[in-house]
């Protein structure tokens, strides 16, 4: 299991667009990947569970990851998050 946390620059949060590409990212690997903010958690390769937790700029979030390519995976996904979040 991987996980690491980040803090959201966006200025907008995880809003619509950033959302749909956080999903397409997360759907690129066989592991399950969870996104964590204040104790609630949803499954980061369902758009709907993922805009439900309203995530908003300055906002810490967890990701964990776990499974056969988790490695590549938390990479990846760390990297996307830097990148457009």
């Known amino acids: 299991m991987k996980e690491f946390k980040y803090t959201v620059t966006d200025p907008e949060g995880i809003h619509a667009r950033p959302a ?6 997360a759907k690129e ?7 964590t903010k ?3 958690s949803a499954d980061v ?3 709907f569970a993922l805009m439900g937790l309203a995530i908003k700029q300055g ?3 967890t990701l964990t990851i776990e499974g056969a390519d988790e490695d ?7 990297e996307f998050m830097k990148a457009n979040l």
């Not at 690997?29 to 996104?35: N, V, W």
């Open 59 to 61: 906002q810490e979030v």
């Open 72 to 78: 590549t995976a938390a990479a990846a996904m760390e």
């Open 20 to 25: 749909g590409e956080l999903v397409k990212k």
């Open 38 to 40: 204040d104790g609630k």
């Open 29 to 35: 690997f066989q592991s399950s990947i969870t996104i």
């Open 45 to 47: 390769k369902r758009l």
